[in-house]
């Protein structure tokens, strides 16, 4: 049995590890499910395979910016102890960490952000993407009430991987420096700077994706715009839920029960606590635990209820003195001697009810938060204004003098942000450049574009020449010939474009079958020994058994070897030149090939792409028993028109997708937006129907009777031949069918080819 697990496990292992062969980290992998890949650390066979995936776990490690779990701990002494046979220098930044994480769960803030900050600069000299690591470094400067020294690090940081790399690090810089904006209560850089942040993660961090949505919906809250925070918060919600994070589900129904507080919706508020409480262990995660509590409290204390508050209050109380909670951290806030405070006013003790007021002013003093400190002089100017006028007015006076320093920040940070954005926005054009350079040298496709141009030049002055020079029969023979020479290499170019595309993707296709092959080989290998042994005790029926497992085994070992056979024909087939004989062909499995490997080779130039794929296939029979999918036609040609068609379909959809996500959330613009490609048959009397769809930007009306014609593209310079459409309509045409688009711009283009059975 556990050698059918491993079996089972080996495709999902294959591609991690294939993926990471050239760095431990690799950013299509911080989405994988973390429980199931930790499974997975113990089958390892080799000791290289383990350390390849425990570095995966611990670089993608759940609840950041709280104190590090027993679980990446167990992670990280396993690495280390595993890396002590065969010493790596790339472990280094390891030990590092780990050193760090002990001081940090000791007490040791100081120390653990020193060494943090270290293992960080070993990590980029690897180029390696740590973003949990670096949302990490935030919740140290917090708890040593280091905001500036925070600001500076992330900004440093920020400007480094912006011109260095890699810009997937970039998201964590953006939410640190938020974090220190929303310290400051200058909420509007705050967001800014929390949705650059969401924009980075989105491609390849769905879950610090979506904890974007409730930072900015939580600094709508703090900054009173309660519709907005209503909107991120409550879009929040459910996306936390289907990635069962329950931490960032209890975090948000906290804010939501704020939001319904500040809104008077009490039951409401109290119900929303309540949900929170169900997704905190209170042994491991008390601070939370305490958060969500103070919400109730304060919600029965709205309703006049301090009853029934101040057991939570007491509650809170000696957790906070037991744990030395700071009034704000990452997860919330925690006011619980403004709680006392508004309790004690509702019993008419105005003694105690100003003792803990000056009590909760001290620490905001302590902790060097402003916007408490502000909160506290307004309410303490209001206790005394009856007792004691002057000391109220001295409240009074601390006040305005904090709020007029807090304008006069606010507007420096406007000018230093927007300063920083300047630079951004230089830097990114510099790195624009170098990306485009690099792409123009390595890049074939910009070559093969180059020979284009220079080739329909050539056309257009061999054109001139022929209507100065008619007379000359001889030079327009010669002239002739060499414009159909031209035209066999052009025809030559683009089929060799379309065979690139589909490399990607064989290469992709190719690897299953094989790693069929090879690992069910593995397995007769075993079970022939198995069968010698049991051969041996005479027990047969245990022979039998085993060799009807062998034959079973070695049936699929055929069907796959047939399956990469059938690959690589077809790709040989694709690559000679067309016989121009029609032949029999399955036109649903030539539709579903080509469609695949399409998809992989478009997968391979870039990883981040994505898109929902359908087909409908007609499966029914002609009068003659046929079947749909079998249609004389040369294979090789209606390939090559399927391929080109699917190929600008995914490019379509593709250019919708990186439209969509540059629209910014404030807009009332869904970016949910999903990249989806269809291709289907039909029998229609004696024609077969294909049709490629896709919800891309569709085809503007100006140009869209000049799609069909030869060099005309309205892709960029450098990425289209303006052949593929013009080769495929020949191409159907000479099978006596035709080919017709249906577009509409802005939601996409189905491509219509109708062929004689």
């Given at each position: 049995?556990?050698?059918?697990?491993?079996?089972?496990?080996?495709?999902?292992?294959?591609?991690?590890?294939?993926?990471?062969?050239?760095?431990?980290?690799?950013?299509?992998?911080?989405?994988?499910?973390?429980?199931?890949?930790?499974?997975?650390?113990?089958?390892?066979?080799?000791?290289?395979?383990?350390?390849?995936?425990?570095?995966?776990?611990?670089?993608?490690?759940?609840?950041?910016?709280?104190?590090?779990?027993?679980?990446?701990?167990?992670?990280?002494?396993?690495?280390?102890?595993?890396?002590?046979?065969?010493?790596?220098?790339?472990?280094?930044?390891?030990?590092?960490?780990?050193?760090?994480?002990?001081?940090?769960?000791?007490?040791?803030?100081?120390?653990?952000?020193?060494?943090?900050?270290?293992?960080?600069?070993?990590?980029?000299?690897?180029?390696?993407?740590?973003?949990?690591?670096?949302?990490?470094?935030?919740?140290?400067?917090?708890?040593?009430?280091?905001?500036?020294?925070?600001?500076?690090?992330?900004?440093?940081?920020?400007?480094?991987?912006?011109?260095?790399?890699?810009?997937?690090?970039?998201?964590?810089?953006?939410?640190?420096?938020?974090?220190?904006?929303?310290?400051?209560?200058?909420?509007?850089?705050?967001?800014?700077?929390?949705?650059?942040?969401?924009?980075?993660?989105?491609?390849?961090?769905?879950?610090?994706?979506?904890?974007?949505?409730?930072?900015?919906?939580?600094?709508?809250?703090?900054?009173?715009?309660?519709?907005?925070?209503?909107?991120?918060?409550?879009?929040?919600?459910?996306?936390?839920?289907?990635?069962?994070?329950?931490?960032?589900?209890?975090?948000?129904?906290?804010?939501?029960?704020?939001?319904?507080?500040?809104?008077?919706?009490?039951?409401?508020?109290?119900?929303?606590?309540?949900?929170?409480?169900?997704?905190?262990?209170?042994?491991?995660?008390?601070?939370?635990?305490?958060?969500?509590?103070?919400?109730?409290?304060?919600?029965?204390?709205?309703?006049?209820?301090?009853?029934?508050?101040?057991?939570?209050?007491?509650?809170?109380?000696?957790?906070?003195?037991?744990?030395?909670?700071?009034?704000?951290?990452?997860?919330?806030?925690?006011?619980?001697?403004?709680?006392?405070?508004?309790?004690?006013?509702?019993?008419?003790?105005?003694?105690?009810?100003?003792?803990?007021?000056?009590?909760?002013?001290?620490?905001?003093?302590?902790?060097?938060?402003?916007?408490?400190?502000?909160?506290?002089?307004?309410?303490?100017?209001?206790?005394?204004?009856?007792?004691?006028?002057?000391?109220?007015?001295?409240?009074?006076?601390?006040?305005?003098?904090?709020?007029?320093?807090?304008?006069?920040?606010?507007?420096?940070?406007?000018?230093?942000?927007?300063?920083?954005?300047?630079?951004?926005?230089?830097?990114?054009?510099?790195?624009?450049?170098?990306?485009?350079?690099?792409?123009?040298?390595?890049?074939?496709?910009?070559?093969?574009?180059?020979?284009?141009?220079?080739?329909?030049?050539?056309?257009?002055?061999?054109?001139?020449?022929?209507?100065?020079?008619?007379?000359?029969?001889?030079?327009?023979?010669?002239?002739?010939?060499?414009?159909?020479?031209?035209?066999?290499?052009?025809?030559?170019?683009?089929?060799?474009?379309s065979l690139g595309e589909l490399t990607a993707g064989i290469a992709h296709e190719i690897q299953n079958p094989l790693n069929f092959v090879n690992n069910f080989s593995e397995v007769n290998t075993e079970l022939i020994d198995e069968l010698s042994e049991e051969a041996d005790k005479g027990n047969l029926d245990e022979v039998?058994?085993?060799?009807?497992?062998?034959?079973?085994?070695?049936?699929?070992?055929?069907?796959?070897?047939?399956?990469?056979?059938?690959?690589?024909?077809?790709?040989?087939?694709?690559?000679?030149?067309?016989?121009?004989?029609?032949?029999?062909?399955?036109?649903?499995?030539?539709?579903?090939?080509?469609?695949?490997?399409?998809?992989?080779?478009?997968r391979a130039k870039d990883k981040s792409f994505n898109a929902t794929i359908k087909t409908d296939f007609d499966n029914s029979l002609s009068a003659d028993e046929a079947g749909i999918g079998n249609i004389n036609i040369i294979p090789q040609d209606i390939g090559r028109v399927i391929l080109n068609l699917l190929t600008n379909?995914?490019?379509?959809?593709?250019?919708?997708?990186k439209v969509s996500t540059e629209v910014t959330p404030f807009e009332k613009v869904s970016p949910l937006y999903e990249p989806t490609v269809s291709i289907s048959t039909k029998r229609i009397s004696d024609k077969v129907e294909i049709k490629v769809t896709d919800n891309g930007k569709g085809i503007p009306e100006k140009v869209?009777?000049?799609?069909?014609?030869?060099?005309?593209?309205?892709?960029?310079?450098?990425?289209?031949?303006?052949?593929?459409?013009?080769?495929?309509?020949?191409?159907?045409?000479?099978?006596?069918?035709?080919?017709?688009?249906?577009?509409?711009?802005?939601?996409?283009?189905?491509?219509?080819?109708?062929?004689?059975?």
């Open positions: 049995m556990q050698l059918i697990k491993r079996l089972l496990l080996m495709p999902f292992l294959f591609s991690v590890l294939m993926a990471t062969q050239a760095g431990f980290s690799q950013a299509v992998h911080f989405n994988y499910n973390y429980d199931s890949l930790a499974k997975q650390v113990p089958l390892q066979k080799t000791d290289a395979e383990k350390i390849r995936l425990l570095c995966l776990l611990i670089d993608g490690m759940p609840d950041f910016g709280t104190e590090p779990t027993d679980q990446v701990m167990g992670y990280i002494d396993q690495l280390i102890s595993i890396n002590k046979k065969k010493p790596s220098s790339e472990i280094q930044p390891y030990f590092t960490m780990q050193e760090s994480f002990r001081q940090w769960r000791n007490g040791d803030f100081e120390n653990a952000l020193i060494n943090i900050k270290k293992s960080i600069d070993g990590f980029d000299r690897q180029h390696k993407i740590i973003a949990p690591l670096l949302m990490n470094v935030r919740s140290l400067h917090n708890y040593l009430n280091q905001q500036e020294e925070r600001f500076e690090f992330y900004t440093a940081k920020l400007n480094y991987y912006l011109v260095n790399g890699p810009v997937e690090n970039t998201a964590a810089c953006y939410h640190g420096i938020g974090g220190y904006y929303n310290y400051k209560a200058n909420y509007n850089l705050a967001i800014g700077n929390y949705l650059k942040a969401q924009s980075a993660f989105k491609p390849y961090f769905n879950d610090f994706y979506i904890n974007e949505f409730f930072a900015v919906g939580t600094s709508y809250l703090k900054w009173g715009n309660t519709d907005k925070a209503d909107f991120y918060l409550k879009n929040s919600l459910p996306l936390s839920i289907a990635s069962r994070a329950n931490t960032d589900i209890a975090l948000n129904l906290i804010s939501l029960s704020n939001l319904s507080y500040k809104q008077k919706k009490y039951d409401q508020a109290l119900s929303y606590a309540d949900q929170a409480v169900s997704y905190i262990d209170r042994k491991t995660d008390s601070r939370k635990y305490s958060i969500a509590m103070i919400c109730k409290a304060n919600t029965y204390l709205a309703m006049a209820k301090p009853g029934l508050a101040y057991p939570l209050l007491m509650e809170i109380k000696a957790l906070s003195d037991s744990f030395h909670f700071q009034l704000a951290s990452n997860d919330g806030e925690l006011e619980n001697d403004f709680g006392f405070y508004k309790y004690y006013q509702l019993s008419n003790d105005s003694k105690n009810a100003s003792r803990y007021l000056l009590i909760a002013l001290e620490k905001s003093v302590a902790e060097k938060s402003t916007l408490f400190q502000l909160k506290y002089l307004k309410e303490l100017a209001s206790c005394y204004e009856n007792s004691n006028p002057a000391l109220s007015m001295q409240y009074i006076n601390k006040y305005f003098t904090l709020s007029d320093k807090l304008e006069k920040e606010g507007d420096k940070f406007k000018v230093a942000q927007y300063e920083i954005e300047q630079k951004e926005s230089e830097q990114d054009q510099n790195i624009t450049a170098l990306k485009q350079e690099k792409a123009i040298q390595a890049a074939t496709i910009s070559q093969r574009n180059t020979i284009m141009w220079i080739s329909l030049m050539a056309l257009f002055l061999i054109v001139v020449s022929m209507v100065f020079l008619y007379r000359q029969f001889h030079n327009n023979r010669k002239t002739l010939r060499s414009l159909r020479k031209t035209q066999r290499q052009l025809i030559m170019a683009e089929k060799m474009a039998k058994t085993i060799a009807k497992d062998i034959k079973e085994n070695e049936q699929k070992i055929n069907h796959h070897g047939k399956r990469a056979d059938a690959i690589v024909k077809g790709m040989l087939q694709h690559s000679r030149s067309s016989s121009g004989v029609k032949e029999p062909t399955d036109i649903n499995a030539l539709c579903d090939e080509y469609l695949r490997l399409s998809y992989h080779g478009i379909a995914f490019y379509a959809v593709d250019e919708k997708k869209l009777d000049k799609i069909f014609q030869p060099f005309f593209t309205t892709k960029p310079t450098g990425q289209g031949t303006g052949l593929g459409l013009s080769l495929s309509y020949d191409i159907v045409k000479a099978h006596g069918g035709e080919i017709k688009v249906e577009t509409k711009e802005g939601a996409g283009s189905t491509f219509i080819i109708q062929i004689p059975n």
